[in-house]
């Protein structure tokens, strides 16, 4: 399922939390949509699903618009940060629910995803802890065979243990059934081992929307060593350098490769590309628009 917002703006109050954003995920995909707190990633994610209707702009699926489509939005599964089910409701009565609701609830899969998610399906669920409530809510969204899967903060409160399990039987559906997924997460290391796409967003737009491998391609981090009295050179894009003494470390815009030679052509007497986390990224990317790393003396 392809999904595209086009100049999307959403209001609350005198609050633009979207303000002309334009997103695009391809079929298929495994998208992470990146951004600080309040940058408008929740929002986004509750328009992609059909729950908020845009104020202007367009929010479509395969072409279709997704707001009160009942045809589009039985094709997706949304897991927010907060859990929906019914106050007095066990996994069994949501499952009961799902069944009702969803044509593509296969009744075959849930029994048997039943033995990855080591809870009581029969106690009500207000009773369990945060981390049992996202089990839940993974167990009855892989059982729709959705198209696209949906998640905000998605293994927020699961131990490392459980957060393999459910990555695992995510990138399988991907693998296997062609299933799209939007991820929205401030765990940008766990993003990185899954995502083939990254969109960064800021104050309710997209500043950055690439190929993962595109992205960590164009900006490198390099540690070097110049000689006495050489500077670095003037036509390099420097975001970041740090470092004590003459060892120094820079984030800067290019490849690795035509960094490391056009430092090398200044007799460099010690030159390293190392790789970038995707956290790195997000922050050198961001430090123009007021999210860099301050250092305050206290």
């Given at each position: 399922?392809?999904?595209?917002?086009?100049?999307?703006?959403?209001?609350?109050?005198?609050?633009?939390?979207?303000?002309?954003?334009?997103?695009?995920?391809?079929?298929?995909?495994?998208?992470?949509?990146?951004?600080?707190?309040?940058?408008?990633?929740?929002?986004?994610?509750?328009?992609?699903?059909?729950?908020?209707?845009?104020?202007?702009?367009?929010?479509?699926?395969?072409?279709?618009?997704?707001?009160?489509?009942?045809?589009?939005?039985?094709?997706?599964?949304?897991?927010?940060?907060?859990?929906?089910?019914?106050p007095?409701?066990?996994?069994?009565?949501?499952?009961?629910f799902?069944?009702?609701?969803?044509?593509?609830?296969?009744?075959?899969?849930?029994?048997?995803?039943?033995?990855?998610?080591?809870?009581?399906?029969?106690?009500?669920?207000?009773r369990?802890?945060?981390?049992?409530?996202?089990?839940?809510?993974?167990?009855?969204?892989?059982?729709?065979?959705?198209?696209?899967?949906?998640l905000?903060?998605?293994?927020?409160?699961?131990?490392?243990?459980?957060?393999?399990?459910?990555?695992?039987?995510?990138?399988?559906?991907?693998?296997e059934?062609?299933?799209?997924?939007?991820?929205?997460?401030?765990?940008?290391?766990?993003?990185?081992?899954?995502?083939d796409?990254?969109?960064?967003?800021?104050?309710?737009?997209?500043?950055?929307?690439?190929?993962?491998?595109?992205?960590?391609?164009?900006?490198?981090?390099?540690?070097?060593?110049?000689?006495?009295?050489?500077?670095?050179?003037?036509?390099?894009?420097?975001?970041?350098?740090?470092?004590?003494?003459?060892?120094?470390?820079?984030?800067?815009?290019?490849?690795?490769?035509?960094?490391?030679?056009?430092?090398?052509?200044?007799?460099?007497?010690?030159?390293?590309?190392?790789?970038?986390?995707?956290?790195?990224?997000?922050?050198?990317?961001?430090?123009?628009?007021?999210?860099?790393?301050?250092?305050?003396?206290?």
């Open positions: 399922m392809k999904i595209e917002l086009i100049d999307v703006v959403k209001r609350f109050g005198n609050h633009a939390a979207l303000a002309g954003l334009n997103m695009n995920v391809p079929a298929g995909a495994v998208y992470g949509l990146v951004g600080s707190n309040g940058a408008g990633k929740t929002t986004a994610l509750r328009h992609i699903t059909g729950i908020l209707r845009a104020d202007s702009g367009s929010v479509l699926a395969d072409g279709e618009p997704v707001f009160e489509n009942v045809g589009v939005k039985a094709r997706m599964a949304f897991i927010p940060d907060e859990v929906f089910y019914f007095q409701a066990s996994v069994n009565d949501m499952m009961r799902y069944k009702s609701e969803y044509p593509s609830f296969d009744l075959d899969r849930f029994e048997k995803l039943g033995e990855a998610f080591p809870i009581d399906r029969k106690q009500p669920m207000r369990f802890s945060r981390g049992m409530k996202k089990q839940a809510a993974f167990w009855l969204a892989l059982s729709l065979h959705p198209e696209l899967l949906v905000d903060e998605p293994v927020d409160g699961l131990d490392p243990v459980m957060r393999r399990q459910v990555w695992s039987l995510l990138l399988s559906d991907v693998a059934n062609g299933t799209g997924v939007i991820v929205s997460s401030h765990n940008l290391r766990e993003l990185e081992d899954v995502c796409y990254v969109g960064f967003i800021n104050a309710g737009k997209m500043l950055l929307e690439r190929q993962l491998a595109e992205l960590q391609e164009n900006i490198c981090k390099i540690q070097l060593v110049m000689p006495e009295g050489k500077a670095i050179p003037p036509e390099l894009e420097v975001l970041h350098v740090d470092g004590p003494g003459r060892l120094k470390t820079l984030i800067v815009r290019g490849t690795p490769e035509a960094v490391t030679a056009r430092l090398e052509r200044e007799a460099a007497i010690f030159v390293d590309a190392v790789p970038l986390t995707l956290e790195e990224i997000f922050i050198y990317e961001l430090g123009g628009e007021g999210h860099e790393v301050r250092d305050i003396v206290l």
